[in-house]
Structures are given as structure tokens and as C-alpha cells.
């Protein structure tokens, strides 16, 4: 079994050193997924799977084969990541060339050269679920002090991912308010230029400004920067 190139320890603090406000939740996974690789002994290739609104992926990957070994699973809606995504439990497959749960799976990953692999569930959040999926080449690749490390480091993971969501889903929204408020300040402005010039009601204003929306089959908010921008240049 091939020894780890990172201590643990140093892995699980560089997870928790991670600024939400400085990187990305792709590469937070990135990192998950290099990290779990050069921490765990055995391991070889990893991957991260999420499950979303019934959607799976392979959110990050140290290799194309091990990507390649989860969208099998993905293509056919069975496999060991699948599963361990659902029940956020940990399944090991020590030896791929005497498995008999996903004997198909199993041979592909024989063909590829994995001669075990070992998922562990990553419970994230209610609505998205996740697993850890470490690849050995050879057959128990992965004995009782490997599996104790990945579900001790998945744990962290878990937490990392689950807190890097949020702030992606809270900074979308921040993002999405922001798009709507200058879209309702510009509208308004449009609004208040019809008004002076047609002196019309603000009511009478917006109909105005849906009516030449749907004539130029353009948003209500482009036209209102259209009009704008022509009144500054007026």
C-alpha cells in the first residue's frame, strides 16, 4: 500500500485555512479531491461526486480515468459512488475482480487498471448530497487504517463543501439583488423621463415601456437603458 505524501494533520488544517471569499467552489473541490489524494494511503485517483435536483457529476477529478469510472456509473444510474451519495455511508470494493454488486462497473474499472476503490458519503446539504471516491491499483489497496483516514478526512471535507455552498448560493443571490435593484433604478429613471415628457402617470409610464418591450421584443430593462442613455446624450 502506498504511503501518503501529505500528513493528515497538514491536509485537514490547509481545509480549514480556505478563504470562501478568495476562491471559487470548483476550486475548493479541486483541492478536496487533490488533498484526499496525496492524504490517503492506497489511493491513486480520486474524485468528488454531487447529486443535485437528481443530476450527477464529477465536480473534480485527479485523472480522466477516474472521471471516466464515475460517468459510467452516472450513464447507467448504479455504482458504488451513487450509492455512498445516497445513504452518505462508506462503501469498499477491495477487490474488483471478485465484486458482485456491480459486476459491470467492476470490469470496466478492472480494464482500467483499478484494482479496488473505496467512496465515502458526503452529506453537504439537504438538498445536495456528495461522495469522496478514491481509486487503488491494486486489490485491497485500501485496509482499515486507509478507510478510517478518508472518512476522517471526508468529514472535514463535508464541512468545507457544505460551508463553500452557502456562500456560493449567498453570493448568486447578493448578485442577483444587485441586478435587480440597478434594473428597478433604471426603469424608474425611464419612467420619470416618459412622465416629464408625456405628462403621464408613472402607471401609464410603465405600460408605455412594456409596450415598446414587446414591440422590440427586447427586456423592459434594456429599452429603459436605451431611453436613458439617450436622454444623457440629449
Known sequence: MAAPSTDPGEALAELSRIRLDEVDLADILRRVAGLANQTVPGSAHVTVTLAQGGANSSAACTSDLARQLDEWQYRYERGPCLDAAAS???????????????????????????????????????????????????????????VRAAENFAAYAAVALANAHLYDNAATLARQMQEAMRSRAVIEQAKGIIM????????????????????????????AEALVANAAGR
Do not use: M
Open 88 to 146: 452518505a455511508a462508506s462503501i469498499s470494493l477491495p477487490d474488483l475482480a471478485v465484486e458482485e454488486r456491480w459486476p459491470e462497473w467492476a470490469a470496466q474499472a478492472r480494464a482500467a487498471g483499478i484494482g479496488s476503490s473505496l467512496s465515502i458519503g458526503l452529506p453537504i446539504q439537504e438538498a445536495v448530497t456528495g461522495a469522496l471516491n478514491l481509486y487503488g491499483l491494486t486489490a485491497h489497496a485500501f485496509d482499515g487504517v486507509a
Open 196 to 223: 416629464g415628457e408625456r405628462r403621464c402617470s408613472a402607471d401609464e409610464a410603465f405600460a408605455l415601456l412594456s409596450k415598446l418591450s414587446q414591440d422590440a421584443n427586447r427586456k423592459v430593462r434594456e429599452v
